[in-house]
Structure formats: C-alpha cells, structure tokens
C-alpha cells in the first residue's frame, strides 16, 4: 500500500446477506447491442443494436416482444435510450436525423417525435418526487380543465400519415402521452456543449449552456436542486480526454416546482395540440385528391389545341342557352371528359369536400379552440408576475400568440364558406352539364334531370362567368389558364399567394375595418389574411407560439449556473471504441437520501478500481460529500478459482441496483488463460462503515482526483456471498433494475447476453428450465434450442435463426 493511504479494515460483503441470483434466460444475438435499459415498472429491456433497430424484450427467456426498425425517415444511429417513469413510453435519440422519437411501449410505433440541434450522447428521464398542498391543488385544477374543454373527436385511420396516438377510439389521446399529472422531465445531453430538459419528453422547458465537452452522463435531481453532468473534453488530438464531474445549481426550478409545473402542463398541452392540428391538417391534404383538378388540365389543353377565336366562357354560354355546342366543344366534352369521366369527377368532388368539411368542423376547429383556451389560461399565469415573471412568461408574447391562433380559425371559417360555395356550384353544373352531355350523345334523359328553372340558369350562368375566365398571368404561375378547382389552394403548402382569393367587394364590414384606422390595429379584433393560404397561416401561427414558449427556456437555462467542477482523470482513447453507454462513469439519484452518486474506475497497479464520488443534491450542504475507492479481494478461505492467496479484481462495470446497493461485474486480476468473471453485488453499508465515515480526503481542487488517488480513502471488500460466477462467458457490461429486481449482462463482443433475477436462489438447472416453461406467455412459440438458461453456451448459428423469429406477445405481465 502507498504510503500516506488510508484504508478502512477489510470487510465482508455479506454484512447484509441477501440470496443468490437465478439465471433465467441467456441468447446469442445477431447483431452488437449498443445500448441496453430495463423498464423501471415491468420485467421488459429495451434495446438498441449496430444497425439501427430498437428491440423490446420480456425477462422470461429473454424473449423478443417487437422490434423497430431503422428506417430513413426517423434514423438509423441510436445513441441513446431511456424510459419514462411510469414505463409506458421509451425515448431514444438518433444522431443521424437529429431527432428523439417517443415509442409506445405496447406496440412498435412512434407517438412523438422532435427535432435538435445536435446529437444526443445522453439522456435521462427523471420524475419529482415532492409532495406539497400547492401541487396537490395544481393536479386538481388539471382535471376542471379536462372538465371544461370537450375531448378532440379521434382522427381517422384511413390517412397514412396519421399518428396513432391520435387515431385510437375512446382514449384521452393527450393524456395517454403526457402520462401522470406529477412532473417528469427527459434531460437530453449532447456533445455541443448545452442540456436540453423537455418537460414530460414533450415541450423545452429549459436550455444549459456552457457545459464544456461532450455529455457522457447526466442526472437530474428528483427534487429539481441540482444536476449532475458528466463529460469528456477533448483538449487536443494528442492528447487524451479529460473526464470531468459538473454539478449545476437548479434551485430555480425547486423554488417554483408548482409554477414550473402548471407551465409545463400547459406547454406540453399546446405543443401537443399543435401536433393535432397539423396532423388534421394533412388528413385533409390527403382528401383533397389530384383527381379534382382534371377540369382545369383538360380546359387547359381545350384553350391550346382549338383553331377558333371563340373564349372557352361563350363556348360554354352558348351551350347553356341555345343548347348547342361547337364541334370542338362537343370532342373536349365527348371524347376527352365524356359521360362516365363526368360522373366520376362529380362523385369524387362530393366526396372529397365533403370529408374536407367534416375535418374542419370537427378536427381543426375542436383543436384550435382548445389551443386558445390554454393559450388564454397561459396568459392569465403570465399577468400573476409574482409567481410566473421569474420563469421567463410573457403576457405579450403570449396575446401575440392568441391574435395568430384567431387568424387561423379565420381562415378556416374561410376555408368552410369557399368548399360550401363550391359544392353548390359544382353541383348545379355538373347536373347540368350532364344532360346536356346525354342529349348529344341522344341518350334517355331522367324526368327528374330535365326540368331547369329560371333560377338555376342564371346560377350556371354566373358560375361559368366567374370561374371559366381565361387567364394569361395564370398560366405563366401555374402552367394553366383556369383555376375552377377553388378548395385546392388552401391547402398548398407554399408561401405564394392564393390564385383566386376570396371576392370582398361588397362586403360591408371588410370595407368598413379597411377604412376604419382606428380599428386596424385594435386587439380585440383578429388579422385577416385573405391572400395567403391555410397552410401558411397556420406556419405563421406555429412560429409565432414556438417563439413565445421559448423565452421560458431562455430565462430558466440561464438561472442555471455551474456550482462544483471536480475533473476526475484522463481517459485512455483505446477505450473509444467500445459504446458509451457502457462505460463509466455512472451517475445514480438517490432519492431518498437526495445524494447524486458517481462511479467510476481508475487503473492502479494494474488493478481497475471502482471509486465512489457523492454530492449532495442540495449544492448549499456538503456533509455528505466525499469519495471512497473499492478494492474487491477473495480471501483464500473463500477463493473462487481455489488458489492460494489473496486475489484481487478489477472492475469491468458498476450500476447502482437500488439506493442501497451497487451491482458489479469483476474480473480476477490474474495472468491465467481464461480467468472467470463474477457478476456481484455490493450493500453500500459495507463500503459507508462507521470506520470509513472517519476517514477523510483533502480536496486539491487544482488537481485531478487521479493524481490525488494514493490519498483517497480505501475499502476492501472481501466477496463472500452474493455473487456468481459468469461461466462460459467474457462478461464485460451489466444494465440492472432493483424495482423489478433483474439485472442482464453482456459479454465484452457485445452478442452474447444473460439475465438473471437477483433475489431468487438458483436451485439447480431442472427447476430453472420449468421455472422458464411456466413462464412462457401462452401461445408464444420459443426456440428452446435458443432460449433454454440451461445451455450456457449455444450454437450461434441456430440463436441466430432464433433471433429472427418475431414472437408477438401481449403486455400483460
């Protein structure tokens, strides 16, 4: 031992002794897994591998539930994973794309979806655990709003890009995707120096910056007073990277927890609601259909082949009024459009408007509607400064944001009146187009069809005077001359003005508002935009509230300042290659004791030792700050490989189990072939004795803790009991779960897993493989060559033909 180091007297781990763990599943995977996490509420892991794909997996025989694959559109590089608190939702973030894809945990399908700035390298998703009478007020106020606002009508399934969190029957959609009332936060990390925290994984309620490196952990505490990042600097080329430890002081966010909380609600309500909206949206870009611009093509081409002078417009009056058509007239309605081709288009208008119409009563109506509610109860937190002014809510940022909401209900009452004109337009010519059409032909006329008042002349008369107008200017924007279709435009994705804006003239109250100065700028009254489309609107309208929920994460990230800097050692850049998610250090919230812990391991005298780094959460205490280094021993009593001696381990890789434990996975620090690797767990209460509690460690704040390690103090552990041999196996990595009371291992290629239960005793191979067969899901049909625990080493090719088997399994358990 180093002079100067302190070391506490050698102890047992099976101080507190807790049974044997029970293998109950091992596979041979076809391709290297990345990332492994256990669902905190059920016994499921969730994966992500070399290509792309993220895996869902049952305990019981390691059996695959559903997979995602890669795809162009959402990615193909997955660099993190993480589950919601309540384990119905899994996050993963994709450096190719740039994007966090929120994923059903019942089924492979994306439910949200957000863009960022750079690629994660980390995420964690974190709940608040406090409990007080003002938030339990703040959960009640949340149901008088469910009570108040009517639940959005679900979207069709017909429409192929419409998400499925919208389109399932008698659910609260909005409900099932924020999750619990209580506060829960995705805490994104990435390698361009700043944290994003989204608020129930959907809206950015705060943005760190100035965290220098790349983020390799983080970990926000659960009573939002601190939180703890991990990263690696790179200096230089040359040289190796600095790990270092931050802890930043979010004491703002505690402060006003129930403030922070019905912000967020409320944020997360509009962002969802604006996904609603632009979902409704393209439903009804896909009711439009192509079909329905085939009298505007084929007049078109009528204006381009004729020899005469005559206008199309008196083409058509002549035919109207004296019941007699030009030869070339009677080819363009006979031959190119002719009588079936009439009543198709006839039948797919009706059709397709009147879909269009539904969507917008029911859909983008309802939405809008419910977005001005909140938008207004934003406001109304917004003007109470006392409480919300802090947080960075602006009460004119926020009517900005409720003047763009009524421009768009506008253009969609709009949108309404222009589809009902023109099924009643449509309707009159085409019934009248299509007797005229059967008299040419000398086809029978129905009674019912013959009869044409007065009246309805002089609509078909108007209606051709209107839309059948030649127009040259047309054709050089958009390469036709007619523009009868008038619905289309409104759902043009596009920034140019509409072709044929709605006609004003007349119209007393437009008149009055244009001269009426004093009224133009009131805000009582909402923009009109008569020249610009719906779907411009409606980006206008998603800028204007994007802009105006962003200056609270503005505010919020920059009250987030850097408390402790504590650069821990440089890393070795042979260790780049292998995933980072496997490779400590490691962070852990206790929420019971509010302590962030950090594990880590530094190499001495060839050994790998685990080091114990806490903090407080609560940056003002430093009682319980301090490090420990773990030095792993079997004594020659208890010798797993039966060698004389005192052997020493190294540590491959440590995951807090639970608040009081710490699983490990060790290798023996020998020379021999083949030496064993042991899966174990270590009781804090025997690494925080009495005597280790008196040892203390000056901190030289102008040093790396890997320069000052001969001072650290020093446990030994002696392995004793709770641990177990990895046979047959180069273990390397370990993803554990203390509430389900699982933990799955991974071997150093990266293929090979085993999962275990942790507080079952393992009786013996025969119990083990019924213990699994009672465990199947009924009707799940299992590669047993594949999936028996029994067999520790299998053959690769058969658990590769296993593995592609998709076994479909409800999630019942």
Known sequence: ?????????????????????????????????????????????????????????????????????????????????AWRPDGKILAFGLADTKKVILCDVEKPESLHSFSVDAPITYMHWMEVTVESSVLASCFDAEDESNLLLPKLPALPKNFSTTAKIFSEEKSDEIMKLMGDVRLNALVLGNNSGFIEVYAYGMYKIATVTGVSGSCLALCLSSDLKSLSVITKVETSPESEPEITFFQFDTSLLSTYLPEVTRMARKFTHISTLLQYIKLSLTCMCEAWEEILMQMDSRLTKFVQEKNTTTSVQDEFMQLLLWGKASLELQGLLMSQLTVKGLKKLGQSMESSYSSIQKLVISHLQSGSEALLYHLSELKGMASWKQKYESLGLDVTGIEEAITAVGSFILKANELLQVIDSSMKNFKAFFRWLYVAMLRMSEDHVPPELNKMTQKDITFVADFLTEHFNEAPELYSRKGKYFNVERVGQYLKDEDDDLVSPPNTEGNQWFNFLQHGSHLKESPLLFPYYPQKSLHFVKRQMEGIIDQCLQKPADVIGKSIHQAVCVPLYKASRSEDSAPHLFKLPFLWNDKTSHLHYVLFTMLENSVSKIYILRRHTDISRSANNGILAVDFVSLPSNNINESSGVSFYSCLDAHFYDDETITVVLAENSKQEGKERILAQLPLSSVYTKET?????????????????????????????????????????????????????????????????????????????????????????????????????????????????EHKTGLDT
């Not at 070391?7 to 047992?12: N, S, T």
């Not at 290509?51 to 559903?66: D, I, K, P, S, T």
Request: with cysteine; proline share 5%; hydrophobic share 40%.
């Open 1 to 81: 031992m180093p002079a100067g180091r302190k070391e506490a007297p050698l102890q047992g781990a099976a101080a507190t002794a807790m049974p044997a763990f029970r293998q109950v599943g091992e596979k041979q995977l076809p391709q290297e897994i990345l990332f492994m996490a256990w669902s905190p509420k059920r016994d499921l892991i969730a994966l992500a591998n070399k290509v792309g794909e993220v895996l869902l997996h049952r305990l019981a025989n390691f059996q695959r539930v559903w997979s995602l694959p890669p795809s162009e559109t959402t990615g193909k590089e997955v660099t993190a994973l």
């Open 693 to 805: 509690r008196e040892l203390q460690f000056s901190w030289n704040s102008g040093q790396r803790l890997d320069e000052q390690a001969d001072d650290i103090p020093t446990c030994t552990i002696s392995i004793e009991s709770q641990w177990r041999v990895l046979e047959n196996m180069k273990a390397q990595y370990v993803a554990v779960n203390g509430i389900r009371k699982v933990s799955c291992v991974l071997s150093s290629n990266l293929r090979h897993v085993r999962v275990f239960e942790m507080d079952v005793e393992d009786d013996g191979e025969a119990e083990e493989e019924e213990e699994d067969e009672t465990a199947q899901p009924a009707g799940a049909e299992l590669d047993q060559s594949v999936d028996n625990p029994g067999d520790s080493v299998c053959a690769g090719a058969a658990q590769q033909a296993g593995e592609t088997e």
